[in-house]
């Protein structure tokens, strides 16, 4: 989450409500979004001093800083590939290339644009794929990967019936059920924070 009095993002462990760490950025970070894998946050800090952040998530540090004039809120595209950011002095929306972290482009649009935002992308269905990869890899047997699929399709439900809090609470028992997995050695810790991440993005797109 933003920090907008300060100049820190705070990660939150969402299985035990404790704080993690915090992560310098620009001064009074306001709007954040990440990428659909759950690997990459961009901050957008107060408007006038013309900063992005890029976050490893897996890290927690910033990776990259771009300059952009009066940058106010940012938008991950669906698959990842790009964050529009809109600078709403400028009146204008850039292009950032998330491969590399430099601008392709900046779009002229109406006066002192604000917000923006994309078509939620099917995240559920995604993570369920992730899981179902790691059945055919040899990683998970069926039957693991059938017991968190089945709390993803429960999570499912409860989101297309206006059941946030029902549906956090399901995500978590998704992550301890990962982690659980990790410490018995059927993941690796890196799948298991793959998976992790991924659905911490789920639950971040309910707030």
Same mark, same amino acid.
């Given at each position: ?27 009074? &970070?306001?709007?954040?979004? $990440? =990428? @659909? *894998? !759950? /690997?990459? #946050?961009? +901050? ?6 013309? %900063? ?18 009066? &940058?106010?809120?940012?938008? $991950? =595209? @669906? *698959? !990842? /590939?790009? #964050?529009? +950011? ?6 204008? %929306? ?18 002192? &644009? ?20 790691? %059945? ?72």
């Amino acid at each position: 989450m933003t920090n907008g009095d300060s100049t820190t993002v705070s990660v939150i462990d969402t299985a035990t409500n404790t704080l993690i760490t915090t992560i310098p950025v620009g001064p009074a &970070p306001e709007r954040i979004d $990440i =990428t @659909p *894998d !759950g /690997a990459f #946050a961009y +901050v957008v800090a107060d408007p006038f001093l013309d %900063v992005v952040s890029v976050i490893d998530i897996a890290t927690n540090a910033v990776i990259a800083t771009i300059s952009l004039s009066d &940058p106010l809120a940012v938008a $991950i =595209t @669906p *698959d !990842g /590939a790009f #964050a529009y +950011v809109t600078n709403v002095l400028s009146n204008t %929306v850039t292009v950032i290339d998330t491969a590399t972290n430099t601008v392709i482009t900046s779009i002229p649009v109406g006066d002192g &644009p604000f917000a923006i935002a994309f078509a939620q992308v099917d995240r559920i269905g995604s993570l369920i794929a992730r899981v179902q990869a790691l %059945v055919a890899g040899g990683s998970l047997r069926q039957n693991q990967a059938a017991g968190l699929i089945a709390k993803l399709e429960q999570i499912r439900s409860k989101i297309d019936n206006g059941q946030t809090r029902a549906a956090n609470n399901q995500l978590g028992a998704f992550i301890n059920q990962v982690k659980a997995f990790v410490n018995n050695g059927s993941l690796t810790a890196s799948q298991g924070q793959a998976l992790i991440d991924a659905a911490n993005a789920i639950r971040l797109g309910l707030e």
